[in-house]
């Protein structure tokens, strides 16, 4: 009688078990099928919420930027919200369930997107929907007909393109909410050198002077005949366009107070904007605070090494000197490029060291189309390798000394290390593209930092250009909040940022401009580098002897680009489970 009342409870348990892995089963379906055909929307759309806007490419018929398009994506996004609400998350796999989380904190925050302002924005001091358009090139393979034959699509659908953001930037004008004059005096410039006279010398162009062999003489004679038509009659004219309504409308209505405080809802939407790049919470209050500690402790490690050096004047005399002193600047572009490439394969023989997971793909070092450096991502498609951008046009705004933090920043073990290994890790598609700003500008400064520990910055000015660099992203705490929290004005936010750090004059002055164009995006580097290391520092406390570099390394980096709040979750299981 027992035997059979215990074959009876294992009957039940083992019925028990196979429903239980049946709704585990049906949840985790329904999920997927959610996240895939999300995927194949966003595709459709050519518009991924939260990517790197550096990381524009063309791809056939562009997105559509009307109020029309922006309405259906926000439809479609409650939609996904609603049915993400009838899927339990606890009985999703683990590995199922963050990523549920992450999915739906990015819908919550797109849903949030579509109640503010960001559409009457597209352009910043650096870039633009015309610069992002016109670098595309740059950044695709051109390898098969149909690589051309999108391309053509692409040239042909700029027209609609273009006038769409003209319509949102009219609008723009009629709310007040135009950019502030002083920081866009001369960016029309921008627009004008794509008016070129010959039309083998735009950017257009490019993709068809080196064009593969297996494309037929005959069809290469006819993509480029079909180019050079479309650029002269289709997109020079478009760019010609946007010239005048830019010099003629929109700089004729341009606001005259630098903070997006001084607009119609501006506090609510900086306040906004602080969230979105930064994943926090965090006023402008708080973060202001920050930033003024964090230059106070800097400035000491600064001092230290002027001491060091045997400099003899104030800490301004040492700036100065730093700013005019010819051996801190090259005047070669290619020289500018060498160094850099000498640099970053000095890293890639310590990695291994201080990774257990390097990423396969590779990146370029070139010079940058628009000014700046940055980094843009491959596509993912194993037909492009990310690429890292020097400001070789203007040599005095790139000095020496700083070159090596740069490098580690942009290229390894910074923002190559984190897009690649996202791309190459096993996980749901919108995750290998999103881009948190705070995630990945604090692992970029994060990764400035630890070259430091790595042994690099060997020559004292080259520590202090480290230093510099990290003066200048606690410094944008200071002055972003100041211009757009505190009613700073432009002149009191460059004072400031030149007296504490030792960026060329033309650096300050253009980064300053950033700030004002691009509110709370310069938050982000400094909030997410002390976020990673007190994980770091709690990470050492909590294993002792058992704290391993290269695991913690890899843990911030395999599960691709997150908000804080969820970095730190996360990081502190694995602390648990390193220390079971």
């Given at each position: 009688m027992k035997l059979k009342q215990l074959s009876a409870g294992i009957i039940l348990l083992s019925s028990l078990f196979g429903a239980a892995s049946t709704f585990a089963n049906q949840a985790s379906e329904q999920f997927n099928q959610l996240l895939d055909e999300h995927w194949q929307t966003a595709n459709k759309e050519q518009i991924f919420f939260r990517k790197d806007p550096d990381t524009f490419r063309m791809n056939g018929k562009l997105p559509e930027m009307s109020a029309k398009g922006r309405e259906r994506r926000s439809k479609y996004n409650n939609e996904l919200l609603a049915r993400m609400a009838n899927i339990d998350v606890d009985k999703l796999p683990a590995a199922d369930q963050v990523t549920y989380r992450l999915f739906k904190y990015e819908r919550e925050a797109e849903a949030k997107s579509y109640q503010f302002q960001d559409h009457l924005y597209p352009l910043t001091y650096y870039s633009g929907f015309h610069s992002y358009f016109a670098?595309?090139?740059?950044?695709?393979?051109?390898?098969?007909?149909k690589d051309y034959s999108k391309y053509l699509i692409s040239l042909a659908d700029y027209p609609r393109y273009n006038q769409e953001h003209i319509v949102d930037m009219k609008q723009a004008i009629a709310l007040g909410h135009t950019h502030y004059c002083e920081s866009f005096k001369g960016y029309e410039k921008s627009i004008s050198k794509h008016l070129v006279d010959n039309i083998e010398d735009s950017v257009f162009y490019a993709p068809m002077k080196n064009m593969p062999k297996a494309i037929s003489a005959t069809q290469q004679a006819k993509y480029r005949q079909q180019?050079?038509?479309?650029?002269?009659?289709?997109?020079?004219?478009?760019?010609?366009?946007?010239?005048d309504f830019f010099t003629q409308e929109y700089m004729t209505n341009c606001r005259t107070t630098a903070g997006i405080s001084s607009v119609k809802g501006g506090d609510d939407y900086y306040q906004y904007l602080i969230e979105y790049y930064t994943t926090t919470n965090l006023s402008a209050d708080e973060i202001h605070q920050i930033g003024l500690d964090e230059v106070k402790r800097i400035r000491q490690e600064m001092q230290q090494i002027i001491k060091e050096v045997g400099f003899k004047g104030e800490f301004k005399d040492f700036i100065q000197f730093l700013r005019t002193d010819e051996q801190f600047y090259t005047d070669s572009a290619m020289d500018m490029i060498e160094k850099a490439?000498?640099?970053?394969?000095?890293?890639?023989?310590?990695?291994?060291?201080?990774?257990?997971?390097?990423?396969?793909?590779?990146f370029d070092i070139k010079s940058s189309p628009n000014g700046g450096a940055y980094y843009v991502a491959s596509d993912g498609s194993g037909t492009t390798s990310g690429t890292y951008f020097l400001d070789t046009k203007d040599l005095k705004s790139q000095p020496l000394y700083t070159l090596e933090a740069l490098t580690f920043h942009e290229a390894e073990p910074g923002h190559h290390f984190q897009s690649a290994i996202a791309q190459e890790v096993d996980m749901a598609e919108f995750r290998k593209t999103l881009y948190h700003a705070a995630y990945g500008e604090g692992w970029g400064l994060y990764s400035e930092r630890l070259g430091k520990e790595i042994g690099f910055y060997q020559n004292p000015y080259s520590d202090f250009g480290r230093l510099t660099y990290e003066a200048w992203?606690?410094?944008?705490?200071?002055?972003?909040?100041?211009?757009?929290?505190k009613g700073w004005t432009r002149q009191q936010a460059i004072n400031y940022l030149a007296e504490n750090t030792a960026l060329s004059m033309a650096d300050v002055i253009g980064q300053i401009d950033r700030y004002i164009s691009w509110p709370a995006q310069a938050l982000s580097y400094k909030i997410g580098e002390i976020k990673i290391r007190q994980l770091r520092a709690k990470a050492?406390?909590?294993?002792?002897?058992k704290f391993d570099i290269r695991a913690f390394h890899d843990q911030m980096l395999k599960n691709g680009s997150?908000?804080?709040?969820?970095?730190?979750?996360?990081?502190?299981?694995?602390?648990?489970?390193?220390?079971s």
């Open positions: 670098g595309a090139p740059a950044n695709m393979s051109f390898l098969t007909e180019v050079k038509s479309l650029i002269k009659d289709t997109v020079l004219p478009e760019y010609q366009a946007f010239y490439s000498y640099i970053t394969r000095k890293m890639a023989a310590q990695l291994p060291k201080w990774f257990s997971i390097l990423p396969r793909s590779t992203r606690a410094c944008r705490l200071v002055v972003d909040t100041g211009i757009h929290a050492e406390q909590a294993l002792g002897n997150l908000p804080m709040a969820l970095l730190e979750e996360l990081t502190m299981d694995w602390i648990k489970q390193q220390q």
